[in-house]
């Protein structure tokens, strides 16, 4: 059964950065596309990152572009999120998002991703 466990979260003050992980039970190599959301209260689920098996295509979503950073290491069986220049409005607890089949995907639809993790708060301060 397939596994995503993220940590890293926490809190922390506007302008400071965070790097969250998620390790997998399989080699990441199996999956064809990581990815990142992320729900903030009373919202609905939002796409972050997203990263091709190879890390050869990568896509970010307008409002964190710039300040995060998605990548692998296939030898870790782990994703990273690297989080730099964090704002208020990115609190949110965050999910990384895993799928083995290989298709024709955009990455940020939710529904294009097979295998979730529980999530990991993090807060950011003004």
């Known amino acids: 059964q397939v596994q995503l466990v993220e940590s890293g979260g926490g809190l922390v003050q506007a302008g400071e950065s965070l790097t969250l992980s998620c390790g997998a039970s399989?080699?990441?190599?199996?999956?064809?596309?990581l990815g990142w959301f992320r729900q903030a209260p009373g919202k609905e689920r939002e796409f972050v990152a997203g990263?091709?098996?190879?890390?050869?295509?990568?896509r970010y979503a307008d409002s964190v572009k710039g300040r995060f950073t998605i990548s692998r290491d296939n030898g870790k069986n782990t994703v990273y999120l690297q989080m730099n220049s964090l704002k208020p409005e990115d609190t949110a607890v965050y999910y990384c998002a895993a799928r083995r089949s290989i298709a024709m995907v955009t990455m940020v639809q939710s529904n294009e991703y097979e295998y979730w993790g529980q999530g990991t708060q993090v807060t950011v301060s003004s």
């Open positions: 399989e080699r990441t190599y199996r999956y064809y596309l």
């Open positions: 990263s091709t098996w190879s890390g050869s295509s990568t």
